[in-house]
Every structure is written in structure tokens, then in C-alpha cells.
């Protein structure tokens, strides 16, 4: 059975409209925290010329491997272990990073994790793409994310929903500079960074 989520349903078209824009020029992606699989199987079909390599934790593998079998392109590589925390990836840094509801479920050491790795290991002109719900000026933007910011302190102790700020610093440390920030349906906003020439 693949795992299913309802919201990836919901928010792959409009995550799939910024994609285009941002990796346009761009052939290979790596994706952190692939979660169910759905976005990556979806992605990988809508844009082929890109090669969309799948990330996560090595007990979410096999859901994710069950939404690529049978997918017939050869841009969807079989899904790598990994954990933003642990000192050496084991992988190359693609022209640019993904990552999807994420850094709100990540205690903050990890996300701290996160970008101090790729202000070593990724290269200049390296595109970093994060979706998901910021806080602004340290406010919420929306009733519905107040209610949701309490449940992920229930629900994932250390998660919660990032002020934007605190990330964008965390960004810069690393040597990228803002592009971009969308505002997307639900309350989401995606975010595009670009890692400068050292």
C-alpha cells in the first residue's frame, strides 16, 4: 500500500507552478524529507528533464519506493537514507535542494543542522527551495496556523512553525541570499534561496 497524504494531493500543483519557474536551466534536484513519496513521483512526471532524488529517514524508504515502482521515466532514482543531522550526507549536493513540511516537524537543532551543512557542502549558485507555514515578525498569519502550531507541539516535541527571519539569518550564515517568497494556498508561503560565489 502507498502511503497517502491528503495535502500533498492538495498542494502539488501549486508547489508545481513555482518549481517551474525556479529550476528552469536546473537537471538534477535533491529531495529532503520525501514523506510519502507523492510529490516526488508527481514532480518527476511533470518535469523530466530533471532528476528528482528522493530523501528521508530509512524507516519512510519503502513508502516512498512504493510510489516510484512502476514509474517509467529514468529521472526518479531509487531513495537514499538520510538525516539532515548526521556529519556526512553521503551524497553529492544537487544544483538545488527541495524540501516540503519539514522544518516545522525538525526540532530547530536540526534545522540549524541543515543549513550549517550546506554552507559547507553545497556548491555556489546551489538553489534551495522550501515549502511550508512561516511566522512574520514573530506573529502567525492566520488563526488556522496558531491551531496547527499547537498541535505540532503535541504531536513532534522541538517542532513547530519557523519565524521566517530566524531561517532567512540561518540561510545567510550559509552564504545564500533570498530570491523569492511565494505566497501559496493554506497559509504556506515557498521559499527560494541561491548560495552565492564564495
Known amino acids: 500500500m502507498r502511503p497517502f497524504s491528503q495535502a500533498c494531493e492538495n498542494n502539488k500543483q501549486p508547489i508545481l507552478e513555482v518549481l517551474r519557474a525556479q529550476l528552469e536551466g536546473v537537471d538534477s534536484l535533491l529531495e529532503l524529507g520525501s514523506g510519502t513519496g507523492q510529490h516526488a513521483r508527481f514532480f518527476a512526471e511533470q518535469l523530466p528533464w530533471l532528476r528528482w532524488q528522493t ?38 549536493i544537487s544544483p538545488a535542494l527541495f524540501t516540503a513540511n519539514s522544518l516545522h516537524i525538525m526540532p530547530w537543532t536540526s534545522v540549524e543542522a541543515l543549513f550549517s551543512y550546506l554552507g559547507v557542502h553545497a556548491p555556489a549558485g546551489n538553489r534551495l527551495l522550501v515549502y511550508g507555514p512561516f ?7 492566520s488563526d488556522s496556523n496558531a491551531r496547527f502550531d499547537q498541535w505540532l507541539a503535541a504531536q513532534h516535541p522541538g517542532g513547530g512553525i519557523r519565524d521566517f ?34
Not at 67 to 74: A, F, I, K, S, T
Open 55 to 92: 530523501s528521508d529517514l530509512v524507516q519512510n524508504l519503502e513508502g516512498i519506493e512504493a510510489w516510484r515502482e512502476g514509474y517509467p521515466g529514468d529521472n526518479l532514482p531509487p531513495p537514499l537514507p538520510l538525516d539532515v543531522t548526521w556529519p556526512d550526507w553521503g551524497v553529492e
Open 135 to 141: 511566522n512574520y515578525g514573530g506573529r502567525y498569519t
Open 165 to 198: 527571519e530566524a531561517v532567512d539569518s540561518l540561510a545567510a550564515a550559509a552564504g545564500y541570499r533570498l530570491l523569492e517568497d511565494t505566497a501559496m494556498p493554506a497559509n504556506n508561503r515557498l521559499l527560494a534561496w541561491q548560495k552565492s560565489a564564495a
